[in-house]
């Protein structure tokens, strides 16, 4: 079932979530309806209060087929710095320049309750970093460096590639 998804100024967008203390049909429903929520919308991530809830849940699939399901997550390291453009699904048609750790180690259980350690880099990290971000009331324009035009981003790409 497609969510909701909320948008900036609501204030749960500003709440710190709750840690899930039990894995419940609930919270499975919710994950499933979130990530179809996230399909639908063409996002990479989606985190729970996203879709109104309070609890420590977020999804990221940033190639097809590569979700991760992401209860309690927590970033236990990360080293290096990067600097892209991010948006989001709760700030529609807006963007902007981002600085973030480069590589992330996040820690989190699975649906089935099963902990995990995952190593991630570029994209993925960013995706990582701005999702668990959510979870604490944190937005991508409280780290924002500089506003990035939605017509611009091509432009803005066509940039980066001809630096590399």
């Known amino acids: 079932m497609l969510l909701n998804i909320v948008e900036v100024p609501n204030e749960i967008l500003r709440k710190e979530t709750k840690d899930v203390q039990q894995i419940t049909p609930e919270l499975l429903t919710l994950l499933d309806n979130m990530y179809e929520t996230m399909v639908a919308s063409d996002g990479v991530g989606i985190a729970a209060p996203q879709v109104g809830s309070d609890l420590k849940v977020a999804i990221v699939e940033v190639e097809e087929g590569d979700k991760f399901e992401l209860i309690n997550p ?14 989001c699904l709760s700030i529609p048609h807006f963007y902007g320049t981002v600085k973030r750790a480069d590589y992330v180690k996040v820690r989190f259980y699975d649906r089935l309750g099963d902990e995990y350690e995952v190593e991630a880099e570029g994209f993925l990290a960013r995706a990582f970093q701005h999702e668990i971000d959510h979870l604490h009331g944190i937005l991508f324009t409280d780290h924002l460096i500089e506003e990035i035009k939605e017509e611009d981003l091509e432009s803005y790409y066509e940039s980066r590639e001809n630096e590399e």
Do not use: F, K, Y
Request: hydrophobic fraction near 30%; aromatic fraction near 0%; glycine fraction near 14%.
């Open 74 to 87: 927590e970033i236990i390291e990360q080293s290096g710095e990067d600097i892209d453009v991010e948006g």
